[in-house]
Protein backbone atom coordinates (compact mmCIF):
# COMPACT_ATOMS: atom_id res chain seq x y z
CA UNK A 1 0.00 0.00 0.00
CA UNK A 2 1.39 3.42 -1.44
CA UNK A 3 1.27 6.25 1.19
CA UNK A 4 -0.76 9.74 0.13
CA UNK A 5 -1.27 11.69 3.10
CA UNK A 6 -0.92 15.34 3.00
CA UNK A 7 -0.35 18.43 5.13
CA UNK A 8 -4.06 20.30 4.13
CA UNK A 9 -7.20 18.51 3.00
CA UNK A 10 -10.81 19.84 2.62
CA UNK A 11 -13.39 17.72 4.63
CA UNK A 12 -15.90 15.31 3.18
CA UNK A 13 -19.18 16.72 3.46
CA UNK A 14 -22.27 15.61 3.15
CA UNK A 15 -24.89 17.43 0.36
CA UNK A 16 -21.55 20.08 0.08
CA UNK A 17 -18.46 18.23 -1.61
CA UNK A 18 -19.70 16.80 -4.91
CA UNK A 19 -17.99 16.47 -7.98
CA UNK A 20 -18.59 20.16 -8.91
CA UNK A 21 -17.28 21.74 -5.76
CA UNK A 22 -14.01 19.61 -5.95
CA UNK A 23 -13.31 21.05 -9.52
CA UNK A 24 -13.87 24.72 -7.77
CA UNK A 25 -12.03 24.10 -5.14
CA UNK A 26 -9.09 22.43 -7.24
CA UNK A 27 -9.16 25.84 -9.51
CA UNK A 28 -7.81 27.55 -5.62
CA UNK A 29 -5.59 24.98 -4.83
CA UNK A 30 -3.33 22.07 -6.80
CA UNK A 31 -1.56 20.74 -3.48
CA UNK A 32 -4.66 19.74 -1.00
CA UNK A 33 -6.24 16.41 -1.11
CA UNK A 34 -9.81 17.14 -1.41
CA UNK A 35 -12.83 13.65 -0.77
CA UNK A 36 -15.95 13.20 -1.78
CA UNK A 37 -18.82 13.21 -0.20
CA UNK A 38 -19.55 9.70 2.31
CA UNK A 39 -20.54 7.08 0.12
CA UNK A 40 -21.95 3.83 1.44
CA UNK A 41 -20.47 0.44 0.51
CA UNK A 42 -23.64 -0.78 -0.31
CA UNK A 43 -24.50 2.37 -3.10
CA UNK A 44 -21.10 1.86 -4.22
CA UNK A 45 -21.54 -1.73 -5.55
CA UNK A 46 -25.64 -1.54 -6.25
CA UNK A 47 -25.64 1.89 -7.28
CA UNK A 48 -25.39 4.04 -10.49
CA UNK A 49 -21.55 4.32 -9.93
CA UNK A 50 -20.93 7.11 -12.67
CA UNK A 51 -23.28 9.44 -10.61
CA UNK A 52 -22.39 8.29 -7.08
CA UNK A 53 -18.41 8.32 -7.75
CA UNK A 54 -17.81 9.46 -10.99
CA UNK A 55 -15.35 12.60 -11.18
CA UNK A 56 -12.97 14.76 -13.32
CA UNK A 57 -9.21 14.12 -13.83
CA UNK A 58 -9.06 17.83 -12.56
CA UNK A 59 -10.05 16.67 -9.40
CA UNK A 60 -6.76 14.98 -8.24
CA UNK A 61 -5.51 14.49 -5.44
CA UNK A 62 -9.14 12.77 -4.31
CA UNK A 63 -10.20 10.38 -2.02
CA UNK A 64 -13.52 8.51 -1.71
CA UNK A 65 -15.23 8.36 1.57
CA UNK A 66 -16.86 4.86 2.35
CA UNK A 67 -19.21 4.24 4.99
CA UNK A 68 -19.60 0.64 5.82
CA UNK A 69 -18.76 -2.23 8.00
CA UNK A 70 -18.65 -5.17 6.44
CA UNK A 71 -15.31 -6.24 5.57
CA UNK A 72 -16.04 -8.18 2.38
CA UNK A 73 -18.24 -4.63 0.87
CA UNK A 74 -15.23 -2.46 1.71
CA UNK A 75 -12.77 -4.43 0.03
CA UNK A 76 -14.95 -4.87 -2.86
CA UNK A 77 -15.48 -1.14 -2.92
CA UNK A 78 -11.65 -0.37 -2.24
CA UNK A 79 -10.99 -2.95 -5.41
CA UNK A 80 -13.44 -0.24 -7.42
CA UNK A 81 -12.02 2.77 -6.20
CA UNK A 82 -8.80 1.69 -7.56
CA UNK A 83 -10.15 0.79 -10.72
CA UNK A 84 -12.01 4.35 -10.82
CA UNK A 85 -8.64 6.25 -10.48
CA UNK A 86 -9.01 7.29 -7.03
CA UNK A 87 -5.92 8.39 -5.01
CA UNK A 88 -7.04 6.71 -1.72
CA UNK A 89 -9.96 5.09 0.32
CA UNK A 90 -11.08 6.43 3.83
CA UNK A 91 -13.28 4.77 5.93
CA UNK A 92 -15.89 7.08 8.26
CA UNK A 93 -15.67 6.63 11.78
CA UNK A 94 -17.12 10.01 12.72
CA UNK A 95 -20.46 11.02 11.35
CA UNK A 96 -23.19 10.84 14.15
CA UNK A 97 -26.52 10.93 11.98
CA UNK A 98 -29.04 9.00 12.41
CA UNK A 99 -28.68 7.04 9.03
CA UNK A 100 -25.16 6.09 9.64
CA UNK A 101 -26.17 4.75 12.97
CA UNK A 102 -29.36 2.59 11.47
CA UNK A 103 -26.98 1.34 8.90
CA UNK A 104 -24.10 0.65 11.64
CA UNK A 105 -21.39 2.60 10.39
CA UNK A 106 -20.12 6.50 10.77
CA UNK A 107 -19.07 7.64 14.66
CA UNK A 108 -21.04 4.09 16.54
CA UNK A 109 -18.12 2.02 14.86
CA UNK A 110 -15.75 3.85 17.84
CA UNK A 111 -17.23 1.21 19.71
CA UNK A 112 -15.93 -1.52 17.77
CA UNK A 113 -12.46 -0.98 16.96
CA UNK A 114 -11.96 -4.68 15.86
CA UNK A 115 -14.52 -4.42 13.45
CA UNK A 116 -13.23 -1.12 11.98
CA UNK A 117 -9.38 -3.08 12.03
CA UNK A 118 -10.86 -5.95 10.26
CA UNK A 119 -12.41 -3.75 7.57
CA UNK A 120 -9.47 -1.44 7.17
CA UNK A 121 -7.18 -4.43 7.18
CA UNK A 122 -9.73 -6.03 4.14
CA UNK A 123 -9.02 -2.88 2.17
CA UNK A 124 -5.36 -2.69 2.47
CA UNK A 125 -5.24 -6.09 1.40
CA UNK A 126 -7.68 -5.58 -2.38
CA UNK A 127 -5.97 -2.68 -3.71
CA UNK A 128 -2.96 -0.85 -3.52
CA UNK A 129 -4.71 2.70 -2.51
CA UNK A 130 -4.15 4.04 0.70
CA UNK A 131 -6.40 3.08 3.03
CA UNK A 132 -6.99 5.72 5.76
CA UNK A 133 -8.90 6.27 8.42
CA UNK A 134 -11.86 9.48 10.02
CA UNK A 135 -12.34 9.43 13.31
CA UNK A 136 -14.31 11.04 16.43
CA UNK A 137 -11.80 10.89 20.01
CA UNK A 138 -14.82 8.67 21.13
CA UNK A 139 -18.95 8.53 21.38
CA UNK A 140 -20.85 9.20 24.13
CA UNK A 141 -19.88 8.47 27.87
CA UNK A 142 -16.66 6.52 26.47
CA UNK A 143 -13.40 7.85 27.71
CA UNK A 144 -11.96 9.56 24.97
CA UNK A 145 -8.74 8.72 25.22
CA UNK A 146 -8.94 5.48 25.51
CA UNK A 147 -11.62 4.84 22.86
CA UNK A 148 -8.97 7.08 20.44
CA UNK A 149 -5.87 5.15 21.22
CA UNK A 150 -7.62 1.71 21.33
CA UNK A 151 -8.60 2.04 17.86
CA UNK A 152 -5.61 3.61 16.36
CA UNK A 153 -3.39 0.79 17.81
CA UNK A 154 -6.14 -2.00 16.53
CA UNK A 155 -5.81 -0.17 12.88
CA UNK A 156 -2.44 0.18 13.22
CA UNK A 157 -1.83 -3.63 13.58
CA UNK A 158 -3.75 -4.08 10.69
CA UNK A 159 -1.91 -1.97 8.47
CA UNK A 160 -2.99 2.00 8.56
CA UNK A 161 -0.89 4.51 8.88
CA UNK A 162 -2.78 7.66 8.32
CA UNK A 163 -5.17 9.23 10.51
CA UNK A 164 -7.56 12.30 10.31
CA UNK A 165 -9.05 12.81 13.95
CA UNK A 166 -12.07 15.29 14.53
CA UNK A 167 -11.12 16.26 17.80
CA UNK A 168 -14.69 16.20 19.11
CA UNK A 169 -16.83 13.21 20.81
CA UNK A 170 -19.92 12.19 18.87
CA UNK A 171 -23.14 12.27 20.86
CA UNK A 172 -25.03 9.39 19.25
CA UNK A 173 -28.20 9.95 21.03
CA UNK A 174 -30.03 14.00 22.15
CA UNK A 175 -27.83 15.83 19.45
CA UNK A 176 -28.40 16.52 15.71
CA UNK A 177 -25.88 16.09 13.53
CA UNK A 178 -24.93 19.78 13.12
CA UNK A 179 -25.04 20.04 17.44
CA UNK A 180 -22.47 17.58 16.94
CA UNK A 181 -20.27 20.15 15.11
CA UNK A 182 -20.12 22.93 17.71
CA UNK A 183 -21.52 21.35 20.97
CA UNK A 184 -19.12 18.86 22.24
CA UNK A 185 -15.93 20.58 23.74
CA UNK A 186 -12.78 20.28 21.15
CA UNK A 187 -9.55 18.52 22.86
CA UNK A 188 -6.93 19.34 20.68
CA UNK A 189 -4.07 18.46 23.18
CA UNK A 190 -5.72 14.48 22.91
CA UNK A 191 -4.94 14.82 19.57
CA UNK A 192 -1.35 16.26 19.58
CA UNK A 193 -0.66 13.23 22.80
CA UNK A 194 -2.18 10.46 20.00
CA UNK A 195 1.17 12.48 17.10
CA UNK A 196 3.76 12.39 20.18
CA UNK A 197 3.02 8.59 21.54
CA UNK A 198 3.01 7.46 17.74
CA UNK A 199 5.54 9.28 15.72
CA UNK A 200 5.31 7.11 12.76
CA UNK A 201 2.02 7.52 12.38
CA UNK A 202 -0.01 10.49 9.76
CA UNK A 203 -1.63 12.21 11.97
CA UNK A 204 -4.61 15.33 10.74
CA UNK A 205 -6.94 17.16 12.74
CA UNK A 206 -10.22 18.19 11.97
CA UNK A 207 -12.86 20.58 13.97
CA UNK A 208 -13.28 23.88 14.47
CA UNK A 209 -10.01 24.97 12.45
CA UNK A 210 -11.43 28.49 10.96
CA UNK A 211 -8.44 29.77 9.18
CA UNK A 212 -5.04 29.05 7.92
CA UNK A 213 -3.28 31.13 11.07
CA UNK A 214 -5.61 28.15 13.02
CA UNK A 215 -4.18 25.34 10.27
CA UNK A 216 -0.44 26.74 10.85
CA UNK A 217 -0.90 26.78 14.68
CA UNK A 218 -1.57 22.84 14.52
CA UNK A 219 0.80 21.84 11.62
CA UNK A 220 3.66 22.38 14.84
CA UNK A 221 1.84 19.62 16.65
CA UNK A 222 0.89 17.50 14.33
CA UNK A 223 1.09 16.02 10.38
CA UNK A 224 -2.06 17.84 8.83
CA UNK A 225 -4.92 19.48 8.99
CA UNK A 226 -8.68 19.52 7.27
CA UNK A 227 -10.89 22.15 6.77
CA UNK A 228 -14.33 22.06 6.44
CA UNK A 229 -17.00 24.49 6.98
CA UNK A 230 -14.50 27.20 6.89
CA UNK A 231 -13.32 25.75 3.45
CA UNK A 232 -16.62 25.74 2.17
CA UNK A 233 -18.13 29.17 3.18
CA UNK A 234 -14.96 30.99 2.67
CA UNK A 235 -13.40 29.32 0.10
CA UNK A 236 -11.16 32.15 -0.97
CA UNK A 237 -8.55 30.71 1.64
CA UNK A 238 -8.20 27.73 0.00
CA UNK A 239 -6.15 29.89 -3.01
CA UNK A 240 -3.72 30.73 0.00
CA UNK A 241 -2.98 27.10 0.92
CA UNK A 242 -0.26 26.33 -2.23
CA UNK A 243 1.92 29.09 -1.18
CA UNK A 244 0.84 29.13 2.69
CA UNK A 245 0.92 25.06 3.57
CA UNK A 246 3.17 24.12 0.65
CA UNK A 247 5.40 26.56 0.00
CA UNK A 248 4.28 27.81 -3.48
CA UNK A 249 5.47 31.26 -4.41
CA UNK A 250 1.58 32.76 -5.73
CA UNK A 251 -1.52 32.86 -3.96
CA UNK A 252 -5.28 32.51 -6.39
CA UNK A 253 -7.06 35.42 -6.61
CA UNK A 254 -10.96 34.52 -6.63
CA UNK A 255 -11.37 36.45 -10.24
CA UNK A 256 -8.54 33.89 -11.20
CA UNK A 257 -10.09 30.99 -9.95
CA UNK A 258 -13.45 31.83 -11.42
CA UNK A 259 -11.91 32.38 -14.09
CA UNK A 260 -10.13 28.62 -13.91
CA UNK A 261 -13.28 27.08 -13.28
CA UNK A 262 -15.32 28.68 -15.94
CA UNK A 263 -14.02 25.88 -18.55
CA UNK A 264 -15.70 23.36 -16.25
CA UNK A 265 -18.92 25.06 -15.78
CA UNK A 266 -19.52 25.47 -19.56
CA UNK A 267 -18.44 21.57 -19.91
CA UNK A 268 -21.08 20.78 -17.51
CA UNK A 269 -23.75 23.11 -19.06
CA UNK A 270 -23.39 21.53 -22.62
CA UNK A 271 -23.85 18.26 -20.70
CA UNK A 272 -27.30 19.64 -19.43
CA UNK A 273 -26.19 20.03 -15.94
CA UNK A 274 -28.01 23.25 -14.63
CA UNK A 275 -26.37 26.20 -13.91
CA UNK A 276 -26.84 25.79 -9.74
CA UNK A 277 -25.61 22.65 -9.63
CA UNK A 278 -22.41 24.64 -10.24
CA UNK A 279 -22.96 28.20 -8.51
CA UNK A 280 -24.13 26.99 -5.73
CA UNK A 281 -20.76 25.66 -4.37
CA UNK A 282 -18.88 29.65 -4.98
CA UNK A 283 -21.43 31.88 -3.50
CA UNK A 284 -18.61 32.67 -0.80
CA UNK A 285 -15.89 33.40 -2.97
CA UNK A 286 -15.78 37.05 -3.08
CA UNK A 287 -16.48 36.89 1.45
CA UNK A 288 -15.63 40.47 2.47
CA UNK A 289 -15.35 42.11 -0.55
CA UNK A 290 -16.89 45.15 -1.54
CA UNK A 291 -20.13 43.48 -3.83
CA UNK A 292 -20.09 39.86 -2.01
CA UNK A 293 -23.89 40.45 -1.27
CA UNK A 294 -24.86 41.57 -4.80
CA UNK A 295 -22.66 38.96 -6.07
CA UNK A 296 -24.22 35.96 -3.95
CA UNK A 297 -27.58 37.40 -4.59
CA UNK A 298 -27.25 36.95 -8.70
CA UNK A 299 -26.02 33.93 -8.19
CA UNK A 300 -28.54 32.63 -6.28
CA UNK A 301 -31.59 34.33 -8.17
CA UNK A 302 -29.96 34.02 -11.53
CA UNK A 303 -28.42 30.66 -11.93
CA UNK A 304 -32.42 29.07 -11.24
CA UNK A 305 -33.77 30.28 -13.93
CA UNK A 306 -33.75 27.75 -17.11
CA UNK A 307 -31.67 28.03 -19.36
CA UNK A 308 -29.20 30.00 -17.58
CA UNK A 309 -25.69 30.09 -18.17
CA UNK A 310 -22.13 31.38 -18.00
CA UNK A 311 -23.42 35.18 -18.45
CA UNK A 312 -24.95 35.09 -14.97
CA UNK A 313 -21.37 34.43 -13.64
CA UNK A 314 -19.81 37.42 -15.70
CA UNK A 315 -23.08 39.61 -14.18
CA UNK A 316 -21.91 38.45 -10.58
CA UNK A 317 -18.12 38.91 -11.19
CA UNK A 318 -18.99 42.48 -12.62
CA UNK A 319 -20.93 43.46 -9.52
CA UNK A 320 -18.14 42.69 -7.33
CA UNK A 321 -15.71 44.77 -9.37
CA UNK A 322 -18.08 47.56 -9.80
CA UNK A 323 -18.38 48.09 -6.56
CA UNK A 324 -14.57 47.82 -5.81
CA UNK A 325 -14.46 50.52 -8.75
CA UNK A 326 -16.74 52.47 -6.17
CA UNK A 327 -15.06 51.89 -2.98
CA UNK A 328 -11.53 53.39 -4.60
CA UNK A 329 -13.37 56.32 -6.11
CA UNK A 330 -14.47 57.19 -2.49
CA UNK A 331 -11.64 56.63 -1.56
CA UNK A 332 -9.43 58.91 -3.87
CA UNK A 333 -12.26 61.58 -3.67
CA UNK A 334 -11.55 61.84 0.02
CA UNK A 335 -7.70 61.81 -0.57
CA UNK A 336 -7.94 64.47 -3.00
CA UNK A 337 -10.42 66.70 -0.78
CA UNK A 338 -8.13 66.07 2.35
CA UNK A 339 -5.13 67.44 0.18
CA UNK A 340 -6.84 70.09 -0.93
Given at each position: MRILASKFSVAPMMDWTDRHC???????????LLYTEMVTT??????????????????????LQLGGSDPAELAQCAKIAEDWGYDEINLNCGCPSDRVQSGAFGACLMRDPQLVADGMQAMIEAS??????????????????????????????????TFIVHARKAWLKGLSPKEN?????????????????????????????????????????????MLGRAAYHEPALLGQVDTSVFGGSKDVAPFE?????????????????????????????????????????????????????????????????????????????YLATGAG
Open positions: RAFHRALTKRAKAVIHGDRERLIGFSDIEHPVAKLPATVKCRIGVDDQDPRDALFTLVEACRKAGVTRDIPPLDYELVYELKRSHPDLFISINGGIANLDDAQRHLQHVDGVALDAYRPYIAARLDEGVPLTHMTRHILGLMHGLPGARAFRRILTVESIVPGAGTEVIDRAAHAVRDAQAAVEARRDQ
